[in-house]
């Protein structure tokens, strides 16, 4: 699982940049740097410090002027050696300087080889692994402080505080198994059932943020819908602040969905403009309707506009009805247009005024986000599917440990739900793992982190 060669990449992305940054860490990091480059001796030198110098193809030729900074482990992000090569940006300077470091005896490094290198030395564990890739993709505010609080370690805390609990109860029951001649009891049983009650209530809650965590990742999903000529695209331009959408007086000029994402509240929202809701001989526009109906029904929130002027038909109190159950915000739109007398139905607004008229709809939006998936609690919240899955059968296994003691059944077997339970949970932070998994967590990264 751990290899003991130096391996080397660049960790900067490819384009043309101020800086590149090409990293190598492994025992030899220090002596292959040093044959390329013209300064100090790095080997010599001190950690955590700065050199500038000349880097020399080992075939002779100058590359370029460049700043190596030198960590000596175990203080270092992956508890190796590290040398991190800063040169000037463009991807041809840093290949070649990776080329050296290479013909040097430096390996590539594989996908997440170097956070896989800091979660095998002890410097983090498996879960802030993970948030060092989710961090990097990051999209939002609110995922970033999620990732964040991840990356620094309050999510393994509380999972940590969750499997110790569970460990606590597997070594009372292991206690009465060894003493069971005896008969001999070490917990009370109903200090025992409490105890598996309130971390079963806790994984629970874990589950629960599931959705939320989905929707910080990926964003809250609002489909705009309406008739034809209702504002809908009008008023995803405002949403997005500039012009995204084809906006035209004749109806039906939307005619597929539209996608834009925006950030408000440090939330993420999809935004998918729709074509108008009405039935058409047309069909290319028959077939956008249909998709439409489809979006609707999907959405996480649904944005029903219609013209204040015509009113809310039956039409649309039909396409309303029958998804209830997506929360939905209805508004008015082109107010502009009709007099302060006119009633109407949901928020009223005038979409063409642009982001500043659409902050009432903004507000509602993540009133509603807010409503119906929570807050985040950044060190609770979920949103890796593999951890979810490892909850999942924590939760079954603790239930059933539950079961037995509501039953009032020998430790021996609510003990091996116990075990499974803390297995499981273990298995998200990385205290029980195996190779195989670790494969697939570290493929998924960039090569160079």
């Not at 705009?224 to 000029?253: D, H, M, Q």
């Not at 074509?275 to 028959?286: D, K, P, V």
């Not at 659409?358 to 929570?374: H, N």
């Amino acid at each position: 699982m751990y290899s003991q060669d130096t391996i080397a990449a660049i960790s900067t992305a490819p384009g043309i940049a101020a800086l590149s940054i090409v990293r190598l860490s492994g025992p030899e990091a220090c002596q292959i740097a040093s044959s390329c480059f013209k300064g100090h001796n790095l080997s010599e030198v001190g950690s955590h410090t700065a050199h500038v110098g000349k880097w020399i193809h080992p075939k002779g030729s100058s590359i370029d002027r460049v700043v190596v900074t030198v960590f000596q482990g175990p203080s270092t992000a992956t508890g190796e050696d590290v040398v991190e090569v800063i040169c000037h940006g463009g991807d041809y300077v840093a290949a070649l300087i990776l080329e050296s470091l290479l013909d040097q005896g430096a390996r590539l490094a594989t996908p997440g080889e170097f956070t896989q290198r800091a979660f095998l030395s002890g410097k983090m564990d498996l879960a802030q692994a993970e948030a060092v890739a989710e961090l990097i993709h990051a999209s939002s505010q609110q995922s970033h402080k999620i990732s964040l609080a991840a990356y620094e370690g309050h999510y393994s805390k509380e999972l940590e505080r969750l499997r110790s609990a569970i460990l606590k109860l597997c070594a009372l029951a292991e206690l009465e198994i060894d003493f069971t001649d005896e008969d001999v009891e070490f917990a009370d049983r109903s200090t025992l059932k409490n105890i598996v009650e309130t971390t079963l209530s806790q994984i629970s809650d874990l589950l629960t943020s599931v959705r939320l965590g989905t929707i910080v990742r990926e964003g809250v999903r609002v489909v705009i819908a309406g008739r034809p000529n209702a504002g809908k695209s009008t008023l995803l331009n405002s949403l997005s602040g500039r012009e995204r959408a084809i906006v035209s007086a004749y109806p039906g000029t939307t005619r597929d969905f539209l996608e834009v994402d925006c950030e408000f509240g440090g939330l993420r929202f999809r935004f998918i403009d729709t074509a108008g809701l009405r039935q058409s001989m047309n069909t290319i526009e028959q077939e956008g309707v249909d998709r439409a109906h489809k979006m609707i029904k999907n959405a996480d929130i649904l944005v029903y506009v219609y013209d204040i002027a015509e009113g809310l038909n039956s039409d649309d109190t039909s396409v309303l009805e029958t998804v209830k159950s997506v929360p939905s915000i209805i508004v008015g739109n082109k107010v502009d247009l009709v007099s302060e007398t006119t009633s109407s139905v949901g928020l009223q607004l005038c979409a063409k005024d642009g982001p500043k008229a659409i902050e009432p709809l903004v507000d509602q939006l993540l009133e509603l986000a807010k409503e119906v998936y929570g807050t985040a609690d950044v060190a609770k919240t979920v949103t890796n599917a593999r951890h979810q899955s490892h909850l999942k059968n924590a939760h079954k296994s603790l239930s059933r440990a539950l079961k037995a003691l509501h039953d009032d059944q020998p430790p021996d077997i609510f003990s091996m739900d116990l075990h499974a339970a803390a297995k499981e949970l273990g298995m998200i932070t990385g205290a029980i793992t195996n190779e195989t998994i670790l494969g697939e967590i570290f493929s998924r990264f960039c090569i160079g982190k």
